[in-house]
């Protein structure tokens, strides 16, 4: 799978939207964007995934650049309990191979 | 639906001891995988299973094991304990299977081990 960087840190205030950027420069046509996000010593939560087109679900956008080497999770409108390190992983979509490769992250602190 | 549950969620055993840990996925997933989280590795990929058969493995020694039952309940199990298998050991299961169905990973709570 495709590696991705992101920033160590970032905060934004409560209300406003995060946008959280990944960078994936060697990603494959097949593999997905997928993004996590854990709140401290919980289970990773599932957040979004796409492909090439962006998406779109209750908790967060998804825009993938049109040549697909980055993308930015937005979180329209933050509080407090989105707090958390926010995962952006690539992968094949397929059954044989479902292991996830974690990063370091990025911790978003979201301020009052 | 109910969301992948992991028992016990805390655990305190002594070096050279075993543990047994529990997954029970959602209800209709049949892939089961297990990840180690610790502070200075961070997430780390142990193991999946699927129809009861482990699939894929990760990069840790043979004292970590698993195996997964004909309801998809899984457990791991982690032999002769370390200073250094203390960490957070998470769950998470996914539907595979179907054609064209999301193979999405949710995680569970995870089991908090520390190993004195």
């Known amino acids: 799978d495709a590696k991705t960087t992101q920033p160590p840190s970032m905060d934004c205030a409560e209300g406003r939207a995060a946008n959280l950027p990944c960078n994936h420069s060697?990603?494959?046509?097949?593999?997905?964007v997928y993004w996590y996000r854990q709140i401290h010593s919980q289970g990773p939560q599932y957040i979004i995934h796409g492909l090439k087109n962006n998406e779109t679900n209750e908790m967060a956008s998804l825009i993938i650049t049109e040549d697909r080497k980055s993308s930015t999770l937005i979180l329209p409108h933050a509080t407090l309990r989105d707090t958390a390190v926010y995962y952006c992983?690539?992968?094949?979509?397929?059954?044989?191979?479902?292991?996830?490769?974690f990063g370091k992250g990025i911790t978003l602190s979201v301020r009052p | 639906k109910a969301g992948v549950t992991q028992t016990p969620r805390y655990l305190i055993k002594t070096r050279g001891q075993q543990v047994t840990l529990s997954c029970s996925p959602i209800?209709?997933?049949?892939?089961v995988s297990w990840y180690q989280q610790t502070p200075g590795q961070g997430l780390q990929f142990l193991f999946e299973?699927?129809?009861?058969?482990?699939?894929n493995k990760g990069n840790f020694p043979g004292r970590f094991s698993g195996r997964q039952f004909s309801n998809s309940r899984s457990e791991m199990n982690v032999s002769t304990l370390e200073l250094g298998d203390s960490a957070l050991y998470l769950c998470a299961s996914s539907p595979l299977g179907l054609a064209g169905s999301t193979d999405t990973q949710y995680f569970g709570p995870g089991t908090r081990l520390t190993v004195l």
């Open positions: 299973y699927f129809s009861e058969t482990q699939r």
């Open positions: 992983i690539v992968r094949v979509r397929t059954g044989a191979n479902s292991k996830l490769t």
């Open positions: 060697t990603i494959s046509g097949n593999e997905y």
């Open positions: 209800s209709g997933h049949r892939s």
